[in-house]
């Protein structure tokens, strides 16, 4: 038997749980397949020029690593989701497939395009075979006692650890077995995908550079390195404190369980003590779990709606002005411009900072949380609906185990208290370097607009007016 197998954010030949079974299973070789969307990618998912980018240099990656398993990478483009039930049954008939293996997501629209494959599949008298491969723990196999979904992560991830020590956790699976060589050739894997450019800058190619290989390695080196540190570094900015693996989570060119278990090895097999820094760092990966578990149960996140229905009423504000100026990083608060500016150079944001900015724009600009969610996804290299959707509504108070909305952050302190030197600010708001101590933090307390040399915006929002403004919004919303 021969089989078609999907890629889609599983770009890796290692601990690829589809892969893996299809190349045990089948007696007469695989068929890789990708399928390119261009207007639903851009159009209704909001893909960015970054993300795009490292996926179609990732895609050319595994194209080589499938070659030394014997395996051809097909790609197939269709506009959009619909219709690609007919492309790839085309395609196994053409390359003579009978199975169709693939890993499931999670998203309302990915599933359903899954489920229109598989029936199309079947009708045509092929097996289908899905399986858990982005996540540790399928969606639905952590509930709680009385067998509902968790909302709230502190008790999700006790379950969760649980789990693990229960031994129900699997373990990573490696290489598959190289295929018998087939005569199906491999299709040119496009340099750019056509439309694929909304004018935002690419980021630089070498601050995310492709391949499993150098996934690996990347994670070997944190492990190694920085791991034990995580809990005293990872929420100062300018510290290489957190991994940046996040874009390879989100494209699958490294698997959850591979993280799981290199962080495990170096503590000892301890999921719950042992390195502060690896048991901190190993409960933001099951953040990352927790939000693909909220898309699955309720799917009206995947659909622009906020989780808390109540919050569907705040009225919001319609202010351009201000949007542009979070946007470009022009809001006079400097470590909300620094982070904003970060995301603009790099494609990715520090995680601390993502919380700040995204606050700033739903508490100071009361402005949607869904624009601010619609930017990032635009703009961001590890773009993920689950938990960019996720920190999103948690930092507007809309979304599950949200930030209560009357605790908002003070962007000055958040500053001082995370770049009490201003060195990260000093290298994203060049501006402001040369001014020297705290009164980086807030250069119009410091009186140093009056001579007019700072080339620097004024606040655009007084602090204390806007926090009195969303009080106000965000208590008529709750009903208080
Ligand atoms: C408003 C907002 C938007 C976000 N958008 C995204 C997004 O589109 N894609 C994305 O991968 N993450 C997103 N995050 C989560 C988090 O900011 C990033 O995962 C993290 O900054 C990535 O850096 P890292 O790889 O160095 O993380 P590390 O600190 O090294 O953490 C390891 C991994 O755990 C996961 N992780 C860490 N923190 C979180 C978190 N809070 N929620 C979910 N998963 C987490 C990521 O996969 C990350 O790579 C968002 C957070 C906020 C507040």
Redesign the pocket.
Known sequence: MRSLMWFRCDLRTRDNTALWHACRRSTDSVVGVFTICPSQWLEDHDWSNARIDFLVRNLASLENDLGTLNIPLRIVQTPRFDGVEDELLKLAEETGCSALYMNREYAWNEAKRDEAVATAFMRASKEVHAFTDQVVFAPGDVLTQKGDWYTVFTPFKKRWRDRYKDGDAPESLGRPKKQPAIDVKSDDIPKKIKGADRGAPSVRPDLWKAGETHALSRLKAFIENRADDYDDR?DIPSENG?????PY??AGVLSPRQCLEAALNANGGRIDSGSKGIVT?IE??I??EF?KHVLAAFPRVSKHRAFKREMESVRWRDDDEGFEAWREGRTGYPIVDAGMRQLAQSGW???RL??VT?MFLTKHLLIDWRRGEKH??RT?V???LA??N???Q??ASTGTDAQPYFRIFNPTTQGERFDPDGVFIRKFVPELAAIRGKAIHAPSEAGLFESGSLDYPPPIVDHREARERALKAFKEASGG
Do not use: K, P, Q, V
């Not at 957190?242 to 996040?246: E, F, N």
């Open positions: 990872r957190t991994s940046t693996l996040s989570l989100s760092w933001e990966l953040w990352r939000y944001m520090h995680n993502r919380m995204a990032f996804m961001l590890d773009g993920d938990s960019n996720g920190g999103g948690w930092a």
